[in-house]
């Protein structure tokens, strides 16, 4: 893939070169984001979650799951290269991107969201059933949905995740004091250049950097009534978190599955990878995307794409 820009930058502080300026991006990523999707919200327990869809109902459905802290914007760069043949979902977990808030979340509840994204999406209105892929936290929820699903879905494909080791760290995590309130900043450039990814990492394609971190960030009305720029997420969401069990879940699934990770991440380079196979059907391939991190989609987005194409057309 040809690497647009590469000004060396700190992780934590990606876009600082930039003074809030949009980075260069290549044509395939301007034409794939000029594919806008149609934004909707989909009412789940109380909160609207936001939809993002692409394609035309009745053809094969494929549902997108973002990661921790992110939002169905991490899609939307990808979403638009499968289009013309599959109906495709996207959407916000509830306290993450413009979805709404809640009291407390759980691993049970944003299953519950998935399959009611799926179902007002049109995903399963085709003869072929839809197809599942998450990335990171997204793969946790993924593995509920296999799970869950029976014999409702066509396949996973889980993008470096789940962590199945992290699961205990998170609840021991929960038991901690409440999280520290978020940084308001005063302009949204100045916003942009705090943005930096989670695990940190490096990104030589700054301009997706810059898209994600643009769709990352709301407007905030202060209490002497000035605006400044603040992260979407709600920072409490992981308190009272209540888990779920995806290895027993990635057991009980009655579908493919595939595995994918960026051959830098801790997922390949630890081999977390392959601590899923005894859950996993036979046969299950494994695959390792070369240059990436963890963030596959930011790093490889075009290898991502054939990744996720040529098991599409394995499974068909």
Known sequence: MNKVESIVADRRNLLAPFAGDKPHAPQWFNDAIARAPERTTTDVRGAAIETLTWGERGKPGLLFLHGNGACADWWSFIAPFFA???????????????????DRYSYDLYIDEAFAVA???????????????????????????????????????LLDGPFLGSTARKRQREMQGPPRPKKVYDTLAQALTRFRFAPEQDCENLYIADWIARASLRQFRRADDSVGWTWCFDPGRFMGFIHGDPARDLSAGQCAIAVIGGARSGFVANKSMYELEPYLPKG???????????????????????????QLANWA
Do not use: C, N
């Open 84 to 102: 013309d043949h599959h109906r495709i979902a996207a959407f916000s977990m509830s306290g993450m991107g413009r979805s709404g808030w809640r």
């Open 119 to 157: 179902e007002g999406a049109g995903l399963f209105d085709a003869p072929q059933k839809p197809i599942v892929i998450g990335h990171s936290f997204g793969a946790f929820i993924t593995s509920g949905i296999v799970g869950r699903a029976g014999s409702r879905i066509g396949g996973a494909i």
């Open 284 to 310: 299950t391939p494994f695959v390792a995307i070369p240059d990436s991190d963890h963030h596959i989609m930011a790093d490889q987005p075009l290898a991502l794409v054939a990744a996720i194409r040529t």
